[in-house]
Nanobody
Framework: QVQLVESGGGLVQAGGSLRLSCAAS????????MGWFRQAPGKERENVAK????????YTADSVKGRFTITRDNAKNTLFLQMSSLRPEDTAVYYC?????????????????WGQGTQVTISS
């Protein structure tokens, strides 16, 4: 099965941008639908964006719509999350996740494989 490693997190000021990457190794990356989740201290893990196997269908949560963009490069086995106009409330650990089953899914329990997470901190 695929293994996932996130990178690109860090500390930025409000209004800034970050680009998260999720490198996949192992089984064919294009076999998996992918998602980005985040979890802030004391809060549940939430889906912020997801993308189909081909990359042709994407979804972003209302809380990040217009600010975050999910893309993937199947040739390079990499998932991306471009984040702009960042706010202090975007502070969280961000995880990429893979799902082998067909269909759209937003619940963490519907994803089979997870990365270790990358911390994103937005200062005001």
């Amino acid at each position: 099965q695929v293994q996932l490693v996130e990178s690109g997190g860090g500390l930025v000021q409000a209004g800034g941008s970050l680009r998260l990457s999720c490198a996949a190794s192992g089984r064919t990356f294009s076999s998996y639908a992918m998602g980005w989740f985040r979890q802030a201290p004391g809060k549940e893990r939430e889906n912020v964006a997801k993308i189909s196997r081909s990359g042709g269908t994407t979804y972003t949560a209302d809380s990040v719509k217009g600010r975050f963009t999910i893309t993937r490069d199947n040739a390079k086995n990499t998932l991306f999350l471009q984040m702009s106009s960042l706010r202090p409330e975007d502070t969280a650990v961000y995880y990429c996740a893979a799902r082998i089953s067909a269909g759209s899914a937003s619940l963490p329990s519907e994803y089979n494989i997870w990365g270790q997470g990358t911390q994103v901190t937005i200062s005001s």
